[in-house]
């Protein structure tokens, strides 16, 4: 059985960090990557990392977010830095298994104050 768990988020003010983690486990996993959404808003992609490490970001994070993977423990990890107000949102984390699909987390909360 495939599970999805991230944690990390919370409460930080402006120009603040967080590291958020996502372990998966149950499979074998490719792509595995950040997606979040603010309320009243869709579903934005954030970032993205194969198992050999390649990162893709949304032009909005370059810079200020890393995304960051240990294959080992089939767990990922997003470097939030220079946090703003704007990036409130519950943070979600995908997992893809060929031939399966991809997998979603419950998602971690992440308020940024001003």
């Known amino acids: 059985q495939v599970q999805v768990v991230e944690s990390g988020g919370g409460l930080v003010q402006a120009g603040g960090s967080l590291r958020l983690s996502c372990a998966a486990s149950?499979?074998?996993?490719?792509?595995m990557g950040w997606y979040r959404q603010a309320p009243g808003k869709q579903r934005e992609y954030v970032a993205d990392?194969?198992?050999?490490?390649?990162?893709a970001y949304a032009d909005s994070m370059k810079g200020r977010f890393t995304i960051s993977r240990d294959n080992a423990k089939n767990t990922v990890y997003l470097q939030m830095n220079s946090l703003k107000p704007e990036d409130t949102a519950v943070y979600y984390c995908?997992?893809?298994?060929?031939?399966?699909?991809?997998?979603w987390g419950q998602g971690t909360q992440v308020t940024v104050s001003s």
């Open positions: 149950g499979s074998t996993f490719g792509m």
């Open positions: 990392i194969t198992s050999g490490g390649v990162a």
């Open positions: 995908s997992a893809r298994v060929s031939r399966a699909g991809t997998y």
